[in-house]
């Protein structure tokens, strides 16, 4: 059986699937491509590497327990009544991680410069030192003549900036082609919409593929089992707010 929502599933935000998530959605996306630019482009999956001591950067790949036991313990400090000696408390402390993260880089095969770089932004990218490092490599792809396509399917953490900040909604994707900016295209859309069909820019003249991310994502969803394995009488994780967690449950039914 297929997801029961119309676009993006928000229990594959779950941080112990989507490492899973991440990487089969590059490769689909790279597989699409493929035909639709081979032979004068090529679409390559690359590593990314970053290195972190964000506690919150366990979001990587699984689940948030060390926050959660370090809060714990927080917690019963806090509460602990007046003794005569102060007592040792079990704590956690931010330890640099360094992880690695998928991404493709459209390349010229007959001198392989690389024409754009098409990234699927994962926990880490929006939060803490992870997303400092991530904003600092998306500025310099901007400053360079390399076009740029941005998929953000986490409706946690902060979104990547734009001048017009007041765009709200769950996901986005962006693209920014070289001879566009400063502008880009933005396509956001909600839990209740399909994913978009996107255009991925390459040099000027060139004849350029169309993505439909939709039926990648439920490519995705099959060929991992999912149908099998997500408990869908249970809300998300991460949180959503009660409206939309009602939203959820009437669609589980």
């Known amino acids: 059986m297929p997801s029961p929502f119309p676009g993006m599933d928000p229990y594959l935000e779950n941080p112990a699937l ?8 590059i490769v689909a996306i790279a ?78 095969t007959a001198n392989q410069d690389v024409v754009t770089v098409i990234e699927v932004l994962s926990p880490a990218n929006k939060r803490g030192n992870g997303r400092l490092q991530y904003l600092q490599k998306r500025e310099r792809i901007l400053e360079s003549q390399t076009n740029l396509v941005e998929v953000d399917l986490l409706h946690k953490g902060d979104p990547m900036p734009t001048v017009q900040n007041n765009i709200v909604s769950h996901y986005r994707i962006l693209t920014s082609p070289v001879i566009q900016r400063p502008q880009a295209l933005l396509y956001p859309f909600n839990l209740s919409q399909p994913l978009p069909k996107v255009v991925i820019p390459l040099r000027d003249g060139d004849k350029e593929p169309i993505v439909d991310f939709q039926p990648l994502l439920e490519q995705v969803y099959r060929l991992s089992g999912y149908e099998y394995s997500i408990d869908y009488t249970q809300p998300p994780k991460p949180g959503w707010d009660k409206q939309e967690l009602e939203w959820i449950a009437a669609v589980c039914m």
Not at 18 to 25: A, L, T, Y
């Open 18 to 25: 989507w490492s899973n998530v991440h990487g089969r959605m």
């Open 31 to 108: 597989d699409t491509l493929s035909p639709l630019l081979l032979p004068k482009y090529q679409p390559i999956v690359e590593e990314a590497v970053y290195r972190t001591s964000d506690l919150g950067s366990v979001m990587v790949g699984v689940p948030d327990v060390t926050v959660q036991r370090t809060e714990r313990a927080i917690q019963q400090t806090n509460l602990a009544t007046a003794v005569a000696e102060p007592t040792p408390v079990t704590v956690e402390i931010p330890i640099p991680v360094t992880f690695r993260q998928r991404l493709i880089e459209i390349r010229n």
